[in-house]
């Protein structure tokens, strides 16, 4: 419960489209070429900044953004592979790294790892969905709640009269 409710970060990641698009020329002498991008979501969704936030890569492409800018450096790994650091993120924040590469490297050789001083971040799966009015979901919730409110009257009725009183 302690884990639950304690204020702390809560690092959430996940990728929000990877692509490829064949580059072509306007010259017929020169050939087209192929590049690969794709998208790592970084949020803050805890009550606390997340201190030194490390996204690890085995390999990190040379075109990379920071989508809003933050201040970062990177760090280079022994045997091979690299780090990008960032050193606050404060609490609600979310960041987007965008990467630019060439085959063959292909998305799932870029990242490995999101973490900060609290431990790892977690990795959630992500879909599209249609965005529904706020006044839809408050009426929603109000026929929901009258709905649980009748079945349980509903109920202690039906006990009341099992019960003769």
Same mark, same amino acid.
């Given at each position: 419960?302690?884990?639950? #409710?304690?204020?702390?970060?809560?690092? =959430?990641?996940? +990728?929000?489209?990877?692509?490829? #698009?064949?580059?072509?020329?306007?010259?017929?002498?020169?050939?087209?070429? =192929? $590049?690969?991008?794709?998208? %790592?979501?970084?949020?803050?969704?805890?009550?606390?900044?997340?201190?030194? %936030?490390?996204?690890?890569?085995?390999?990190?492409?040379?075109?990379?953004?920071?989508?809003?800018?933050?201040?970062?450096?990177?760090?280079?790994?022994? &045997?091979? &592979? =690299?780090?990008?650091?960032?050193?606050?993120?404060?609490?609600?924040?979310?960041?987007?790294?965008? +990467?630019? +590469? /060439?085959?063959?490297?292909?998305?799932?050789?870029?990242?490995?790892?999101?973490?900060?001083?609290?431990? #790892?971040?977690?990795? $959630?799966? %992500?879909?599209?969905? /249609?965005?529904?009015?706020?006044?839809?979901? =408050?009426?929603?919730?109000?026929?929901?709640?009258? &709905? $649980?409110?009748?079945?349980?009257?509903?109920? %202690? /009725?039906?006990?009341?009269?099992?019960? &003769?009183?």
């Amino acid at each position: 419960m302690n884990r639950w #409710f304690e204020s702390r970060p809560k690092l =959430r990641v996940w +990728y929000s489209h990877i692509a490829e #698009f064949d580059i072509k020329s306007n010259q017929s002498t020169v050939a087209s070429s =192929r $590049v690969h991008t794709h998208a %790592v979501n970084i949020r803050n969704v805890g009550n606390k900044p997340a201190k030194n %936030v490390n996204i690890t890569h085995q390999h990190l492409p040379d075109s990379f953004r920071i989508i809003p800018p933050v201040p970062h450096s990177i760090e280079d790994l022994p &045997g091979g &592979g =690299r780090n990008i650091i960032i050193p606050n993120l404060v609490p609600k924040k979310e960041i987007i790294i965008t +990467y630019l +590469y /060439q085959p063959p490297i292909t998305w799932n050789q870029i990242n490995t790892s999101v973490e900060d001083e609290e431990g #790892f971040a977690k990795v $959630v799966p %992500v879909t599209t969905m /249609q965005v529904i009015h706020p006044w839809l979901r =408050r009426a929603s919730v109000i026929f929901i709640f009258i &709905g $649980v409110v009748t079945v349980i009257y509903q109920v %202690v /009725q039906m006990i009341k009269l099992s019960a &003769g009183v």
